[in-house]
């Protein structure tokens, strides 16, 4: 036995350091062989431990993007009455005038409108629904830069729905859901002086629609494009090739919004004829 | 940012976007939101597993937010935001220990390592002794290591971080974290091996 040797790979990194004369080695060596299998075994069953699965608590991440939220806003108090937008990445910049040009073109304007002062001057901008709804719930970056939209992975929509509910202080109920649009999980983040949430449901071709629970305050609706489907009065907006339907229920807005384009046919009416029956 | 009267329209004017003193600008508050927030339950577990008191690591993953709030201007685009949260989180975890020691209870340094190295195996390793044992029986030992080593084996052995990264979360040396991992499972293993031996001599093994 090569006692350097046995102690320079008991001592190593066993995941990353296998060369030959290593691997060649352990096979012959019956004392490097059960210690790398007892490492292996150790690492599974720390790994295993219910600490090690342990999630931060809704309540303390709550507390911390709250937190975040003061930190980042001017003086560190909560955050003015209003639509607190977030800066825009200079991509938007770029694409800003151009997606709102067509959006005019394309008509479809909603009541609520903002003033910006940093793109063309002073000009005052028609803001559509699907705007309001992408700067509230700042999807560019929950879905598109972290690339994992979802806190909680969970499929029951009596789970979420209990979850969703306790989080917002809100009761929210989400429906029953078959294979046309499965759920797939949630997410609850602090904006706007008050907690937001989505639920992400994922379409039988893939696509992936998200229902936000977004502060309504001052979100004004006149004007929009509306039907009544399920009893309730839903608005319909695009933003960014975005197609999103809107309700409003007590403080919130809810917003159905595809992530794909166009709402699969039918998807909007078949999820809101169930939702909050 | 203004709310202008009953008509409800909205105003955002170029001053509302560039905060006067915040910790954190409007970009790089997105940066952190997509750089940090995404490893805020291996902050959690990082915290609870060196403190040990639930209260006291919500207090610290809390510390360690805050300092990684406004700390994170300084941090240079493109760096390792895993790592440097890492580094925010041990010398939080680290503080929370020395404050402790001025106290008389037990503290993060050597003298520690020293008296649990006195416990470790040095035998040959039996798989099934680790394979065995209850998970309370892990537990039990890793919270018996020191601190600094509990840190070594969460980044580790539990969040499966390369021995790199982990080195630089720590901000110590690849070496040092490899021999520190290397002790800390020995005394690991003889802690389990212990309680193995005991176990079978009060014939209590087949306890539900």
Known sequence: ????????????????????????????CPHCRAHLEGVAVLGDRLRGLPASRAVMPSPLKLKLLASLEAEATPGGGAAPRGVVLPMLPRWRKLIYPTALAASLVLGFISGGRYVLGDFGGNTQVERTIG??????????????????????????????????????????????????????GGRVWHTV?????????????????????????????????????????????????????????????????????????????????RVNP | ?????????????????????????????????????????VLYRMARSVCCDADVADDVAQDAFLKAVRGFGGLAPGSNSRSWLARIVQNTCRDHWRSRARKGEAGWDDDLIEEAETAGAQVDWQPAIIREAFDDEIEQALKELPPRWRMSVQLVDVEGWSYDEAAEGLGIGPGTLRSGL???????????????????????????
């Open chain 1, 1 to 28: 036995m090569d006692g350097s040797l046995c102690r320079m790979i008991q001592e190593g990194d066993h995941r990353e350091r296998r060369d030959e004369p290593a691997s060649a080695h352990v096979a012959d």
């Open chain 1, 131 to 184: 705007m309001y709804i992408e700067d509230v719930t700042h999807d560019h970056y929950l879905i598109e830069r972290i690339g994992r939209p979802l806190e909680v992975a969970m499929s029951d929509e009596a789970d979420l729905s209990a979850w969703l509910s306790e989080s917002l202080s809100f009761p929210i109920e989400l429906p029953q859901t078959g294979n046309e649009f499965a759920l797939e």
């Open chain 1, 193 to 273: 002086g008050r907690l937001s949430a989505m639920a992400s449901y994922l379409g039988e071709d893939g696509s992936r629609t998200i229902l936000f629970g977004v502060p309504a305050a001052n979100l004004e609706l006149k004007g929009a494009d509306s039907s009544v489907i399920g009893g309730r009065t839903v608005f319909q907006g695009e933003a960014w090739g975005r197609e999103a339907r809107v309700w409003i229920e007590g403080d919130l807005a809810l917003a159905l919004v595809s992530l794909d384009g166009r709402m699969p046919a039918g998807w909007s009416t078949e999820f809101l004829g």
């Open chain 2, 1 to 41: 940012m203004g709310y202008n009267g009953p008509e409800g329209e909205w105003t955002r004017q170029t001053k509302d976007l560039h905060p006067v003193s915040p910790h954190l600008s409007a970009p790089e508050k997105l940066r952190f939101e997509a750089e940090i927030v995404p490893h805020l339950d």
């Open chain 2, 182 to 208: 290397h002790r800390a499972r020995k005394v690991l293993y003889g802690k389990l091996l212990a309680t193995a031996g005991r176990r079978i001599a009060q014939g209590t093994e087949s306890r539900e």
